[in-house]
């Protein structure tokens, strides 16, 4: 087997995960479709990690990690506040910045 | 190197799954479905992870994605409502041919990079990974990206503060001392509040009847003795409902010549029941 | 010339400078004593040009043209203006008849204007015009002139105006501003000529650098300094102001409109003599000017009845003569200038004399409600029948000198020039005999067109001289008229004084005149008796009627200037404003609409392009993912072609 089916299966679920984006309303699932993406990403990583046998590759995929993480928090805490106020997780809802 | 046959095996069993659970992201109704699909691919993400020669990733994946992001994600989905269910109709215009085309093309244009692009031999890991998977990360993290990682460090304090900052609820009147909360609650009595606990529910413990309202002294079903997540899922039974199956039972042992029959306390409360309970 | 005496010369500027700044600053708490304030700053600046006067006649010719830079006032690359001042004779001449008789005029004005509120405001101006005229003839370069040449612009725009409650007076200020910003451009392309030329605007190194220069080049700065001298000396075409400018106080025409600003003209083309040197056609334009400008002026002094624009006339044709003379050359330089002091002084006093005849008559100025006035107003007939002899050229008083000389250089050259302009200047001193004459006897002879008595129908005046303020500088004037050119022309005094500046012209044995000089003086005096006969015959034996009688198509014409007013009108203005209502009108449908289409369009492009701004992150990310497909592809595309 080839190395490049695993990044063949990072780009389909960096596809799928944007495709989540784009079509569902509830931003905890568009969130979950974001966290696909980076997971997807560091798929791609830790193989390119592993094709040219070096392992930066894995420390880039570890700092995603941990950035990702911090960007949860902050996301999590953000739909919290939105849902407080606006009874709403929609991200439909929250469409008053337009013209 | 060469992959070995078990971890193509591995692959071909765990790709179409992940894939399948990714796109179930797409099409369950839930967001607590969709969170366990994610943990799913999570999960799957993490063997892959080791077997790609990335161990200590593939314990850290399941530690932070698995174990405190994807908990998170469900802590929040309870806060915001567990039972809270998106309808997958779209409404605004043409996002949804616009989101699939999107998504499809991004697809083929990435996969007919990565098809185009010519790949060296692959290396393998085994001699960057002779000190151990974890010591040969440590070294290289340590080595040429301490500065990179205190910065890391700094950000999650930061998104800790942010996240206690983004929550926090400011109190904008002063705390209401216990004697005004019972003014208020007696306050409140001709609106139809009580003062005492709630009747809990389940009388006729059939089963655990969580979901059967409690009766009142005049044999009447309270609406309120039932959970509210139960009312508004629909879940709970009425009264009426239950004094027939009850009735039925009781008719059912009548008829049988060698029972003794007992009394049926309840059922003179219960005649004139029937419209007003629901 | 000491350093010391020459470090005086922007005093001759800064004195009535500070003057008018003191009296404009000061403001109201100074009305009961601003006007002395005027006068001795006037009379300060007097003195400082006295000292340097005497201090120049002191050196030998040679040296008597020095150059005083205070400082650097423009450096611009290339070109560097001085803040300098060149004290030679020409500009000192014009030192002490700006200084002198503005001096008389500020004596006279005390008292002609101490019925006016604002007679504050009136000696600041007047100050403020003498501190510009001092800039311009002293300035070392034609950038610093420049500002004089607009200061005494606006001096006089303000004085002509002055009485600017009364809509004529100011819309006569007004038309004097704008007929001199047509001359001023001529002011301002002849000094882009220079640098562009030269690359500089001083006196020194323009006349330098222009022998060397193309005819071409010459004879454009020449005719663009005609044009500057026309605005400003009312010459044809730019004449008609000055006629209009009498609106202002009778001092002002003295001192402004009749002995000093007007003949500016005169002076900028003296001083760029070496360019019209090198100019010929530019000289011949310049003397045709000047010739037609004489007879224009004497015609229309002939059938004016208001006194001032009589005078005004009379000015207009007398600065004729020195352009005429101005344009035939080094040897009519010398006579235009003595020419231009001794009109200087006489028509000062003319006009003193109007304005004290005005003050009699209640302000009026038809001379057909005049007559007899000799007897009620002895000094102002005997100032002015001074003054009268002297313009008509009667020997030995001042103005037979300087006319005469201008009349025999007129008859000097070759071919039809000297018949024509000779004998144009003839007619003109017979023309300016009868109308001068005419001016005088319907003021002072014949019977009395008024009445001491109210009720009839002639008005009521009660004629009385004037007060001695008024009466001396007339005097002072009067006796200028009589003895100055005999005393400028003996022995070529002011020619030779002149010489650093307009040049050797070989005494007074120069070229001989076509005709001879006894023959030339002789034609002159025969036919200035002859014109002051004929106003003697037609003004003081025979009764004047009151209103203007019918008269022929020509002087019906000269009553309203000729129609000068008509043909500007038509040829200027109408067509300027069909220019105007063209361009607006081009403006609005070809270049604002273009613009506004413009606009309009980015517009319509943004109302069109807010419709993506939908408010739905959604869509957001649609077109951020479609983004980043393009450059996946983009990138993917070209390095596929590129390996």
């Known amino acids: 087997m080839e190395l490049t089916n695993y990044l063949y299966l990072a780009v389909i679920l960096f596809a799928l995960g944007a495709t989540t984006v784009l079509l569902r309303r509830n931003a905890i699932v568009v969130f979950m479709g974001i966290e696909l993406m980076l997971n997807a990403t560091n798929l791609a990583l830790v193989t390119f990690a592993r094709m040219h046998g070096d392992i930066t590759g894995q420390v880039l995929a570890f700092f995603v990690m941990v950035v990702a993480a911090a960007e949860v928090v902050v996301g999590l805490a953000i739909i919290v506040t939105i849902f407080r106020a606006r009874r709403s997780a929609s991200v439909d809802d929250a469409n008053l910045l337009k013209s | 190197m060469t992959v070995s046959g078990g971890e193509t095996v591995l692959f071909w069993v765990i790709a179409p799954l992940m894939v399948i659970a990714a796109s179930g992201l797409l099409v369950v109704r839930r967001a607590v479905h969709a969170a366990v699909c994610v943990v799913f691919v999570m999960i799957s993400l993490a063997v892959l992870y080791v077997a790609q020669e990335a161990p200590f990733l593939g314990a850290v994946q399941v530690v932070v994605y698995t174990g405190a992001v994807m908990m998170l994600f469900l802590f929040v989905l309870m806060l915001v409502g567990v039972d809270s269910a998106d309808s997958l109709t779209e409404t605004i215009r043409g996002q949804r041919w616009i989101g699939l ?12 990079v990565v098809a185009s692009a010519t790949f060296r031999q692959p290396v393998g890991l085994a001699e960057a990974n002779a000190v151990t998977n974890p010591v040969a990360l440590a070294r290289v993290l340590m080595e040429h990206y301490v500065v990179a990682m205190e910065v890391v460090g700094i950000l999650l304090v930061t998104a800790a503060l942010a996240g206690l900052v983004l929550t926090h609820r400011r109190r904008l009147g002063a705390k209401p001392s216990q004697k005004a909360l019972a003014e208020a609650k007696v306050a409140e009595l001709p609106t139809g509040r009580t003062l005492t606990p709630l009747p809990a529910p389940g009388v006729y413990a059939q089963h655990n009847a969580m979901d059967a309202p409690a009766l009142d002294p005049e044999g009447r079903p309270i609406e309120k003795s ?6 508004i899922r629909g879940q709970e039974r009425s009264a009426t409902e239950l004094l027939t199956a009850e009735e039925t039972l009781v008719r059912r042992e009548l008829e049988r010549p060698d029972d003794p029959v007992p009394s049926v306390g309840p059922a003179s409360g219960t005649d004139g029941d029937g419209g007003g309970a629901r | 010339m000491t350093t010391q005496t020459l470090s005086l010369a922007p005093w001759l500027v800064a004195t009535p400078l500070l003057g008018a700044a003191l009296l404009l600053l000061v403001g109201r708490r100074s009305d009961r004593w601003g006007h002395w304030i005027g006068v001795l700053a006037s009379t300060a600046t007097f003195v400082i040009g006295l000292v340097i006067l005497l201090a120049m006649l002191a050196l030998p010719a040679e040296e008597r043209t020095a150059d005083h830079v205070v400082t650097t006032w423009l450096d611009a690359g290339g070109l560097s203006v001085d803040l300098g001042f060149r004290v030679d ?39 403020l015009f003498v501190a510009a005229m001092l800039l311009l003839v002293l300035a070392d370069n034609y950038l610093l002139l420049f500002v004089g040449w607009e200061g005494v612009g606006l001096a006089s725009y303000l004085l002509i105006g002055f009485w600017d409650h009364r809509l004529p007076n100011a819309v006569a200020g007004k038309k004097a501003f704008l007929m001199n910003r047509v001359g001023d451009m001529g002011l301002i392309v002849a000094m882009m000529l220079m640098v562009a030329t030269f690359g500089t605007l001083s006196f020194a190194g323009v006349h330098e650098a222009a022998s060397g220069a193309s005819q071409g080049t010459t004879t454009a700065i020449g005719l663009m300094l005609l044009l500057a001298a026309c605005g400003k000396s009312a010459q044809l075409p730019l004449q008609a102001w000055l006629g209009d400018a009498m609106a202002g106080p009778t001092p002002v025409s003295a001192l402004i409109h009749a002995a000093t600003m007007v003949t500016a003209g005169v002076y900028l083309l003296v001083r760029s003599g070496p360019i019209l040197e090198v100019a010929p056609d530019a000289q011949l334009v310049i003397a045709i000017v000047g010739t037609l400008t004489l007879l224009f002026g ?28 101005a344009g035939l050359g080094p040897v009519g330089y010398a006579f235009a200038i003595f020419h231009l002091v001794t009109h200087g002084f006489f028509k000062a006093g003319l006009f003193l004399g109007a304005g004290s005849v005005m003050h009699a008559m209640d302000d009026d100025v038809d001379m057909r409600r005049f007559g007899g006035l000799a007897r009620l107003l002895p000094v102002t007939a005997i100032t002015m029948g001074l003054g009268w002899l002297a313009i008509l050229g009667v020997p030995p008083f001042s103005g037979f000198y300087s006319k005469d000389k201008i009349i025999e250089t007129a008859f000097v050259g070759e071919g039809w020039q000297p018949w024509v302009f000779g004998f144009a200047a003839l007619l003109g001193a017979g023309i300016t005999a009868y109308y001068m004459s005419r001016l005088v006897f319907m003021t002072f002879a014949g019977r009395r067109r008024w009445s001491g008595e109210s009720g009839g129908d002639l008005p009521e005046r009660h004629p009385h001289e004037s007060p001695a303020l008024m009466t001396w500088p007339m005097i002072i004037l009067a006796v200028g008229s009589v003895g100055l050119g005999f005393f400028l022309n003996a022995g070529d005094r002011l020619v030779h004084w002149l010489e650093p500046v307009t040049g050797h012209t070989e005494g007074s044995g120069h070229h001989e005149p076509v005709l001879a000089v006894p023959v030339i003086m002789t034609l002159t005096l025969v036919l200035v008796v002859v014109g002051a006969a004929l106003a003697f015959w037609q003004y003081a034996t025979r009764p004047v009627s009151t209103e203007p009688p019918a008269a022929p198509a020509l002087v019906r014409a000269a009553r309203v200037d000729l129609h000068q007013d008509d043909v500007n009108e038509t040829f200027v203005m109408l067509p300027g404003q069909y220019l105007t209502r063209s361009m607006v009108f081009a403006d609005r449908t070809a270049v604002d609409a273009g613009w506004l289409g413009l606009a309009g369009g980015i517009g319509r492009l943004g109302t069109w392009l807010r419709g993506m701004q939908s408010g739905y992150a959604r869509q957001y990310a649609a077109i951020t993912l479609g983004g980043l497909g393009v450059i996946v592809l983009v990138v993917w595309l070209v390095s596929g072609t590129a390996s």
């Not at chain 2, 998504?103 to 996969?111: E, I, K, P």
């Not at chain 3, 006016?116 to 101006?125: I, L, N, T, V």
């Not at chain 3, 207009?316 to 003379?325: F, K, P, R």
């Open chain 3, 298 to 325: 004497a015609i229309v002094g002939c059938a004016k009845d208001d006194i001032k624009k009589a005078l005004a006339a009379s000015t207009m044709s007398q600065i004729g003569y020195m352009m005429l003379a």
């Open chain 2, 226 to 231: 039932v959970s509210r997540v139960l009312r």
């Open chain 2, 101 to 112: 085309l999107l998504g499809l093309g991004l697809a083929v244009v990435l996969c007919g």
């Open chain 3, 89 to 127: 004779p020409l500009s000192m001449t014009f030192v002490m008849l700006v200084t002198f008789v503005g001096t008389l005029i500020h004596v006279y004005s005390v008292a002609y204007m101490s019925h006016d509120r604002d007679r504050r405001r009136f000696f600041a101006y007047l100050n």
